[in-house]
C-alpha cells in the first residue's frame, strides 16, 4: 500500500509539473500563434496540445469502463500515426483547423487532468497500478512534443517576413566564456554495453541493452561552433560537392542551402533567428540547426567524420562515470 | 463647392456602410477562424480584412504626400497581384502568418479609416477630388472581397471534421414556396449593346458599350433547383462521360466528384453545409456551388446548353426594361 | 452507281496521298526516333501511326460485320480520348512502350490499308456509302496528326543535347525577299457570316455557319518577323509584367522565358532549332513557336492586340474573296 | 615483365568476357528496346551500354595524353553520378534521347574496346601498370550494370500491356525439386572479422576489413518460397498494419500493394511476369521481387526477423568455411 502511495505521489508531481511546462511554454503566445502550421511535418501548437491530452484520454483513461471521452470526435483529429487505434485527420492539413478553438483545447486538457489527477487516487489507494506505466510514458510523449512543438512554432514564426519576437526579454546568455581550444578524447576499442539497461524509465526503441564491439576512437570535447563553422562557410563549404553525401549534395542544390537554418543575411553580415527575434551570432556558441548533411560535410571538411551511435553512448558513459553519476560502459558484474 | 460635399458626402455614407459590412460578417468569428487558408486559392479571413485596407493605404492616402503607412512590412505583405506595385508575399503560404494578430489587423483598419475619413474632409472641401474614383474603385473592391472572405471561410470550414456552425441562428427561410414549372422565354435575333455605358460605376472589364450579334435563343426564367439537380445524379449525370466536356471529364475522374461541392452524405441522405452548420437540402432552393463543367453537364443532360455572356445579358436586360428600369438593349439614339 | 464510282475514286486517292504522306514525314527516321516521347502532352511518332490506322479500324472497318482486328490490345494501346470507345493506355506512358515495333507498326498500317481498299472498292460497287464520310474524317484526321507528329517529334530532338539534325539537306529558302513595311488593312463594322456552310469537309467545331457582329478593326497585311520580335525582345519584353497578361507573367516567371521556344543563345547570338539542325535566324521570316501568351505581350507591346477569330475569318474571307475564290462574307442570298 | 604480361593476360581475358556477356544480354532486342525509360531511377539498355564504356573512356584511357573522345558530347551524356567528373544529363530524361542510335552506341564500345586493347597491350609490356586498378574496377563497373540492365529492362517490359517476352525459349527450370523444410542455423555470439581484407578485389564500401560483435542468432537455411509467401498473403499480410513498419504501411497504402512486384492477377490466379513472358508461379522457387518492407513484413509474420549485415556476413563466411573456400571468420593470425 505504502509502495503505492510512493508510485502514485511521484507520478502525480511529475505529472502536474510536465503539464504545466508545456503550458508555460504558450504563455507568451496569442491565439493565433497556435493555429499556424508551416509545413507537412509540423503541427500547430494547438495540435500538440490536444494531441499530448488525447495520448492519457486514449490510452488511460479509455482503459477504464465508464470514461466518457471528452468530445467524440477528437480522437479522430488528435490521434497522430497509431494506425492501430484507428482513422485519423490527414496530418498535413492541421493547420487548416481553426476549431477546436485554444480556449476549447484547454479545458480538455482540463478534463483530462481533472480525470487523471482522480486516477492517480486511485493509484495511490492500490486500484489500478497497472496503468502507473502507461502514465510514466505519457508524460515522457508530452516532453517529446514539448521539443517540438518549440521547434514547430520556431519554423512557423521564421515563415513570417515580420520575423515575430514571440518570447519577450532578451535571450538568454551563453553560460561561460570563449569555447576554448578543440580537443579530442581518444577510446581504446572494446566490446561496450550499449543501451537502456535495468531501473528508470526508457523508450522501447533504446533497449535491450546489448554488446557492440566499439574500434578505437576519439571523440571532440565539446560541440562545433558557429565560429568554427563560418570557416567552413568561407572556405567553399556549401560549393564543393567532394565535401558531401551524395544525397546532402542533392539537398544543396534542391533547397539552395548557404548556411544553417534561421542564418539570414542582414545588413551585410549574418544573424540568427530566435524565438525571441533576431540577434547576432556568437562565434563562441554551438552551431544549431544543421542537418546531419551539413554536419557529415563539416566533418569531412575539418579531417574527422560523425561519430556512430554506439561511439556516442561510449564517450558519454565515460563522462557520466567520470562524473561519479554511473557505473560505466560494463554491465552489471562483467569487467569492461 | 456643393457638388464636392454631394460628392463627398455620399461617399462617407458608402465608405462607412461597406467598411462596416465587411466587419460585421466577421463579428460571429473567434480569432482562430481568421488565421487558416484551406487552399492555395483561398486567403484568410484576416488577409482579406488587411488587404482591402492595404488596398486603400496604397492607392489613395499613399498618393498624398506625408501619409506614413501603418507598417512598413504591410505592403509587402497585403498586396496581391498588383506586379507593378512591387514584391508580394506568396500567395499559398498566407495561412502560416499568425502575426499581425486580429487585433492588430482591426486596429490597421481604425488607422486607415481615420486618415480616409480626414480625407473626405478635404475633398468635400474641394481638395483631392481626382481621389474620388480611387475611393469608388476601392470600396467596390471591397464588397467584392466581402464575397471572397465568406466563400474563403466557408470552405476552410467544410475541411474542418468537425462542421462547425460558424455563424448562429437558424438558416435563413428561402422566399417563397415552391420553384414552379420551369419555361424557356424566347428572343428574337438581334444586334444587341452589350457592356457598361454611361453613368455608375464599373470595373474595366465591363466596359466599353459594344455591338454584339446575338441569334434567337430561350432563357429559362428561373434557376435550376437542387431537385432538378438529384434528377440528374439519380440518371447517372457524374458516371456518364458522354455528358461532359472532356476537361469536365478529367475533373470527374480525378476528383471523384459525385455531387457538388458541400452536398454531404449523412445518415443516408445528402445534406449541405452551410455556415449555419448542416442542414437538409430543399428541393425547391436553387442548386449552387456547382463548377462551370457540372452545371454544362446538367444542361446537356435537360436538353439544352449555357447561355452565352451575351445571352445572359440580353435577357438581363429585357427583365430591367420589363420592370421599368432602363431603355433596353439598345443604346441611346439608336433604333435595335 | 457512278456517284459512287466518283465518291470512292475520289477517297482512294485521297487515301492512298494522305497515308503516303504520313510515312514519307518518317523515311529519314531511325527506329530509335519513333520511340520516345518528351512530354506527357507529346506522343511518340511511332504512336501516331499505330492511332492514325486505329482510327480506321476503329470507326470505318470496325463497323462491318467480321473484320478481325490486326491485334486485340491495340485498341486498347492506340485509342487516344475517345472515352466512349473504351478504356486506353495512359497518355504520358507512350514513352515507355518499345513494342509493336516500327516494323510491326508499318505491317499494322499495311493490313488496314488493304482492309480500306477493299472497303473503297466496295463502296465504289455501291455498298456501304454510309462509311465514306467517316472516311473522310480519318483523313483530315490523320492530317491534324502530321502536324502532331512533326511537333512532337521537334520537341523530342529538342531535348536531345546533341541538337540532331533528323532531316537531311539544307533548309529550304524562304521564299521572296525582304518582309517589306507592315501595313494595317482596314475593315468597316458589319454582321459577318462566320463559320463553315455548304460543301466540302469541315470538323464539327467549324460549324454551324452563323452571324456576328464584328466591329470596325484593321488587320496586319503580313505575319510579324523575327526582326520585328528582336526588337521587342531587346525593349526588355520579357521582363515587363506591364505588356502581360496575369497567366502570361506567370509563365514567364515560372519557365524562365527570354525568347521563343526553338530559340538557342549560340556563340554570342540567338540560333533556331529545326529538324534540319541549327541554323540562324532570319529576320525577314516570321516568327514561329511564340505562345498565345507571347503574341499578346507583343502586340501590346506595339500598341496593337491579337485579332478575335471573327476579325481573323473577316480578313481571311475578305481576302479569298479579292482572290475570286468565294463570294466574301456574306451568306448566299443575303445582303452584308 | 612477367609479372606485367601476367596481370595483362588476366584483365585482357576478363575484359573480353565481361563486355561480350554485356552484350550478349542484348542479343536479342530490337532497336526500340533500347531507348525507353519506364521511370526516373532506371535507364535505357542504351544508356547502360554507352555508360559502362564512358567509365573506360574517362577514367582509363583519358589519362592518357593524346586520347581524343569518341565524341565531345558523349562525357555529358553518359556521365551518371560523378558530380566532381563535371555536368551530366539530367537521369530523369534519360529516356528521351532517341540518338545516339544503337548502332552508333555499338560503335563507340568498339572505339573503346580497340583503345583499351592497344592500352593493355601496353601494360603487358610493363607501362602503364597503375591503371590496371582502374580496369578492374571498370569491368566490376559493368557487372553491377549487367544487373542493372536486366533490372530496368525487365521493368519496363512490365509496363507494356503487351507484356513481350524479350528472351525467347522456355524459362529456365529450377534446379532441384521441393525446397523442403526450413531450418534455422544457430550461431553462437562472437566478435566477428567483417568486410573485404587483402587479395582480389573489392568496392570501397566493403573495406576495411573490421570487428563486430555478433550476438547469438540463427538464420533460416534456405530463402523463403512462394509458396511460403502466399500463406502470409492469404492470411492477410498485406492488410494488417500491426505486421509492417511505419514506413512500409505507408508504401502499401500508397501504392496499393498487394503481392510481389512482376506478381500479376490473370486467369483467376496469379502469374509471373519475366523477360519470356508471363508463367505460372512455382511454390517452390525463392519469392523474389520483394521490397525490404515486405521483406521485413513477412519475418515478423513469421514470427522472426531479417538478419543485419553483420549477420549474414558471419552466416556467409561459416558457409564458405564449411566449403572449405575461405578460412573463415577470423583475421589472418588471429583465432576467432
Ligand atoms: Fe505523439
Ligand atoms: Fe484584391
Ligand atoms: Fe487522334
Ligand atoms: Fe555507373
Not at 507568451?28 to 511535418?41: F, I, N, R, T, W
Not at 500515426?81 to 485554444?102: A, C, D, K, M
Not at 570563449?178 to 524509465?201: C, T
Request: proline share 6%; net charge negative; glycine share 10%.
Amino acid at each position: 500500500m505504502e509502495q503505492a502511495e510512493r508510485v502514485a505521489g511521484g507520478l502525480r508531481a511529475r505529472y502536474d509539473a510536465v503539464r504545466a511546462f508545456t503550458e508555460s511554454l504558450c504563455a507568451p503566445l496569442c491565439a493565433e500563434d497556435y493555429v499556424v502550421q508551416s509545413m507537412p511535418d509540423a503541427s500547430p501548437v494547438k495540435w500538440h496540445l490536444a494531441h499530448t491530452a488525447w495520448f492519457f484520454e486514449a490510452f488511460v483513461l479509455g482503459q477504464r469502463a465508464g470514461y466518457a471521452p471528452f468530445h467524440p470526435q477528437f480522437g479522430y483529429l488528435f490521434n497522430s500515426y497509431y494506425v492501430t487505434v484507428g482513422e485519423r485527420h490527414s496530418r498535413p492539413r492541421r493547420g487548416v483547423l481553426s476549431r477546436p478553438t485554444v480556449e476549447e483545447t484547454y479545458r480538455y486538457r482540463r478534463h483530462v487532468d481533472e480525470h487523471m489527477r482522480a486516477l492517480l487516487d486511485e493509484i495511490a489507494a492500490g486500484r489500478h497500478l497497472d496503468l502507473a506505466f502507461t502514465i510514466e510514458v505519457g508524460l515522457h510523449h508530452e516532453q517529446q512534443h514539448q521539443e517540438l512543438l518549440l521547434t514547430d512554432l520556431k519554423h512557423a514564426m521564421a515563415q513570417n517576413p515580420l520575423r515575430p519576437a514571440i518570447f519577450g526579454g532578451a535571450p538568454p546568455g551563453r553560460r561561460g566564456g570563449a569555447a576554448g581550444e578543440l580537443r579530442f578524447v581518444e577510446h581504446a576499442d572494446a566490446v561496450r554495453w550499449i543501451g537502456h539497461g535495468e531501473g528508470g524509465f526508457a523508450f522501447d526503441n533504446e533497449a535491450p541493452r546489448h554488446r557492440v564491439f566499439v574500434g578505437a576512437f576519439a571523440l571532440a570535447d565539446r560541440p562545433v561552433t558557429c565560429g568554427e563553422y563560418l570557416e567552413f562557410m568561407r572556405d567553399g563549404g556549401y560549393a564543393r560537392p567532394e565535401l558531401w553525401l551524395s544525397g546532402g549534395w542533392d539537398a544543396v542544390v534542391a533547397n539552395r542551402w548557404e548556411a544553417p537554418l534561421y542564418w539570414e543575411p542582414r545588413d551585410g553580415g549574418l544573424q540568427l533567428f530566435t524565438l525571441r527575434g533576431l540577434r547576432a551570432i556568437d562565434a563562441d556558441e554551438p552551431v544549431c540547426h544543421v542537418s546531419h548533411y551539413e554536419a557529415d560535410a563539416y566533418a569531412r571538411w575539418a579531417g574527422a567524420r560523425l561519430p556512430t551511435e554506439a561511439e556516442w553512448e561510449t564517450a558519454a558513459q565515460g563522462a557520466l562515470a567520470a562524473a561519479g553519476e554511473v557505473a560505466g560502459g560494463a554491465a552489471p558484474g562483467e569487467a569492461a
